[in-house]
């Protein structure tokens, strides 16, 4: 049975990333994956990292929990909106929190290299955003992309990633949204 743990990282609520995760989760869990979900703005954590790499910030409870549901996972899904090219901040502070050395990587003694120590895992982002999704990737060079996938995940040693982006919503039709919706649907279903 594969284990897939979603990642809502939307700040706000009933939003259109909220129906992309059920959709996900609903197909998923019709092939026969076992589930787990953590919604960042359910979390309480100070998104402040005031101590840097250089101190020892205690983990907050639901971080702790939410690194022992990373661990546990066979398959990460990000779900989030795409803010000034990126990801909102609760992202990055849940991000910059979570993904310690120790934890998600680990830099060698004397080196420029590190150990990756979340190998064994693959993601599927899927990224909302207003932009139209060819100026994101031909003008913008997909910024948010590139730092979630090859900054973060890869960086940490997971992969495949994979980039499912899902725009403009802002002149999106319902008929559009619902196609998206039933797209996010078959990917839970291939547990990609």
Same mark, same amino acid.
């Given at each position: ?89 609760? =992202? !990055?502070?849940? #991000? ?13 003694? $004397? %080196? +420029? ?34 730092? =979630? !996938?090859?900054? #973060? ?13 899902? $725009? %403009? +919503? ?23």
């Amino acid at each position: 049975m594969k284990k897939i743990l979603i990642i809502l990282g939307h700040p706000v609520k009933d939003t259109f990333s909220d129906e992309l995760r059920e959709s996900y989760k609903k197909g998923a869990t019709a092939s026969g994956a076992e589930i787990r979900e953590i919604v960042l703005r359910k979390l309480h954590f100070d998104l402040n990292f005031s101590e840097g790499y250089r101190g020892n910030q205690e983990l907050e409870p639901d971080l702790v929990k939410a690194q022992e549901d990373i661990t546990w996972a066979d398959h990460i899904v990000i779900i989030y909106p795409n803010w000034w090219s990126t990801f909102p901040a609760l =992202m !990055k502070g849940f #991000i910059d929190r979570t993904f310690l050395p120790g934890f998600a990587f680990k830099y060698r003694k $004397g %080196s +420029l290299l590190w150990d990756k120590l979340l190998t064994g895992r693959s993601a599927r982002m899927i990224v909302t955003m207003d932009t139209p999704p060819w100026y994101y990737w031909l003008i913008y060079r997909r910024p948010g992309h590139n730092a =979630m !996938k090859r900054g #973060i995940l890869e960086f940490c040693g997971i992969k495949p990633v994979r980039i499912t982006t899902i $725009g %403009s +919503l802002k002149v999106s039709s319902d008929n559009k949204r619902l196609r998206w919706i039933a797209k996010v649907e078959k990917l839970g279903r291939k547990m990609n």
